[in-house]
């Protein structure tokens, strides 16, 4: 059921695993995703369930636990090791809470915050060919179970994990600096 861009190569070290925002899809990372392939690193960006380009044939529940179970899948079947998850917004809530819930499969979490990522990628104003982008980064609110999916998980009480952050044993380290890796 799950849709990615799987990486060219798979190596040894820790894959970097990216997870698109609120009701997006993988097309968020087509311009970091590149330069992260050539610069030497193993690199998926997924759909998390209920958005972007994932085949549901049928709707099932798309609220966190169903959300964390599907990705908990996806890396049994696929990835199979500690990665490296990078998000930005919702993307962040997926990834505190898949390594809370599932610690032995997150090396490191690059949570990268929302407002600097909107004055990247997320925002059309500040992107070149912003109709372009309009056109593409809507595209899967095309797919036929989109409506029912994203009413699912706003019903839901899609995801709270300021109570789980202190539950992440990994250090924190203010890397803001290197947040233009991801513009």
Request: hydrophobic content about 40%; charged content about 20%.
């Amino acid at each position: 059921m799950s849709s990615c861009v799987k990486p060219l190569m798979q190596g040894k070290e820790s894959p970097v695993v990216l997870l698109h925002g609120f009701d997006s899809s993988c097309l968020e990372w087509r311009y970091a995703y590149p330069l992260l392939e050539e610069s030497g690193f193993e690199t998926w960006a997924v759909d998390i369930l209920g958005w972007g380009f994932s085949d549901l044939e049928k709707l099932p529940p798309c609220d966190v636990v169903s959300k964390r179970n599907h990705f908990y899948q996806f890396w049994k079947s696929y990835i199979k090791r500690p990665m490296i998850l990078v998000g930005p917004s919702l993307g962040s809530a997926v990834a505190i809470d898949f390594a809370v819930n599932y610690p032995e499969a997150v090396e490191k979490l690059v949570l990268i915050d929302a407002s600097v990522y909107a004055e990247g990628t997320g925002n059309l104003a500040t992107l070149p060919r912003a109709v372009a982008y309009a056109g593409v980064g809507r595209l899967h609110c095309l797919m036929p179970w989109w409506d029912d999916a994203t009413v699912d998980f706003m019903t839901s009480g899609g995801y709270n994990v300021v109570s789980l952050i202190g539950k992440i044993s990994m250090r924190y380290h203010d890397c803001s600096s290197d947040i233009t890796l991801f513009h």
